[in-house]
């Protein structure tokens, strides 16, 4: 055995009691590879106690008191501290090489638990925000985009309602998306370019209809917006920011905070929209059939930074109607009353 390499043969004299009825007496204790011997001190054999079994009944006490075993009436006293520290660090080595179901088990709960706490920390919130937007019915999503409005309309002014020119705006919007293009809403400030609601209702800043020569640059817009929206639902994104409390609210009741919409408008009113590739762009450009070219200058002016959008033109040198007549556009520019 190991641990018995520093302990050839050890002995020393101890107390022994064979029963509660027993007188002590004085007895020789050799360890040996296996066994605590007990022998009279004319060394005469009494017992053999396997050290697997011994038992100590006074951990950390002096003198120390071994027992066979858990259940037994024998005791052995000793004061020795060679013996004792040898006893103690066979006994050690042998529990250490036991089996230990318990500490598996602690272990095997442990890892549990943390796998557990990982995938509610990282995967449960993304999981039931998916779930929660992929059963979100319709009249939710209107709802939360007319409540989102209402929320822009207090911090940016009441829509732009000019009759002809919100007539002109839907042409337009049908035109560039087809038909079952979202509800186009112009406000008259604050909003960085245009950005899209729950509910399929986009609000624009009046900049766009009012700064520029032709409609393409609003049409521009709208189809990069709905490329955006393609990627990432916007009733996805309100969730995502108002937090998984508020994704559990909405799928048990259908119902968010105010104070959750207050700070989703102010994000919407205040952070530029996300860019898209140009790729992407251009193919939707091309399915409708509308010219990039004014679009990418509008960007920028002088055409370096949107190079792909003004030579990858997928009308150039092409004829089409025009997206608006003249005077519907005169019509548009004057939505805000201008």
Not at 36 to 47: D, K, N, Q, R
Not at 201 to 227: K, M, Q, S, W, Y
Request: charged share 25%; hydrophobic share 45%; with cysteine.
């Amino acid at each position: 055995m190991t641990a018995l390499s520093d302990y050839q043969r050890l002995e020393s004299t101890g107390l022994w009691r064979e029963t509660e009825a027993s007188q002590r007496r004085e007895v020789l204790v050799s360890l040996g590879e296996a066994t605590l011997m007990i022998s009279t001190m004319s060394e005469t054999a009494l017992t053999h106690w396997s050290l697997p079994a011994v038992h100590r009944l006074n951990p950390g006490k002096r003198p120390a008191l071994y027992a066979p075993d858990a259940e037994a009436d024998e005791i052995l006293e000793i004061s020795d501290d060679e013996m004792v520290a040898a006893i103690e660090r066979v006994r050690g080595a042998i529990e250490r090489t036991r089996p230990h179901p318990g500490r598996l088990r602690l272990v095997l709960g442990l890892g549990l638990s943390v796998a557990i706490l990982a995938a509610a920390v990282f995967w449960l919130p993304g999981a039931l925000l998916r779930q929660t937007v992929a059963v979100l019915p319709e009249a939710t999503r209107d709802n939360l985009g007319r409540d989102l409005l209402a929320e822009m309309v207090e911090l940016a002014g009441v829509p732009c309602a000019d009759p002809r020119g919100q007539v002109a705006l839907n042409r337009l919007g049908g035109a560039t998306l087809g038909a079952d293009a979202p509800a186009l809403v112009v406000l008259p400030s604050a909003v960085p370019g245009l950005v899209h609601l729950p509910g399929e209702i986009v609000v624009l800043n009046r900049a766009l209809v009012e700064d520029h020569e032709t409609p393409e640059v609003l049409a521009g817009h709208l189809l990069a917006d709905d490329i955006r929206r393609t990627a990432r639902d916007p009733a996805e994104r309100l969730l995502q920011e108002a937090g998984l409390m508020a994704t559990v609210r909405m799928l048990t009741t259908g119902e968010i905070r105010q104070g959750d919409l207050h700070d989703h408008a102010v994000r919407l009113l205040t952070e530029t929209p996300v860019p898209v590739g140009d790729a992407a762009l251009l193919a939707r450009f091309a399915s409708a059939e509308i010219s990039s070219e004014p679009y990418a200058y509008a960007l920028d002016v002088s055409g370096e930074t949107t190079l792909p959008l003004i030579e990858g033109d997928p009308m150039r040198a092409r004829l089409r109607t025009p997206l608006l007549p003249d005077a519907s556009w005169v019509e548009l520019q004057q939505i805000c009353g201008g």
